[in-house]
């Protein structure tokens, strides 16, 4: 069983940064795709960025690139979304989430990731 635990939300100006951790236990960390998603107030949860166990390739949400980068620490056992740039829109409780494996084609996709962290708030002000 893994035990997915996000910090490092919190209020930020538009235009500043935010970085966001999400610490395993649990499991074999390496061996997990990593990724975050978001969910807006009166919206579906939504895909923002992963990352791969292998070769650490990133996948990122259309709206979120360039300004977003997801990582890893597999020493450490964390997982990594900085978010520089920060948008009102960008606001939501972000999500870790970790999958053991997930069907070629489909790593965006929600019901691929068997492992949710609670949820940490994000809030960029205009």
């Known amino acids: 069983q893994v035990k997915l635990v996000e910090s490092g939300g919190g209020l930020v100006q538009a235009g500043g940064s935010l970085r966001l951790s999400c610490a395993a236990s649990?499991?074999?960390?390496?061996?997990?795709?990593m990724a975050w998603f978001r969910q807006a107030p009166g919206k579906e949860r939504e895909f923002a960025a992963a990352?791969?166990?292998?070769?650490?390739?990133?996948y990122y949400e259309d709206s979120v690139k360039g300004r977003f980068t997801i990582s890893r620490d597999n020493a450490k056992k964390t997982a990594y979304l900085q978010m520089n740039s920060l948008k009102p829109e960008d606001t939501a409780v972000y999500y870790c989430a970790a999958a053991a494996f997930v069907t070629p084609g489909r790593i965006k996709t929600i019901d691929q990731y068997e492992y949710w962290g609670q949820g940490t708030q994000v809030t960029v002000s205009s």
């Open positions: 990352i791969g166990w292998s070769y650490g390739s990133t």
């Open positions: 649990g499991g074999t960390f390496r061996a997990y795709t």
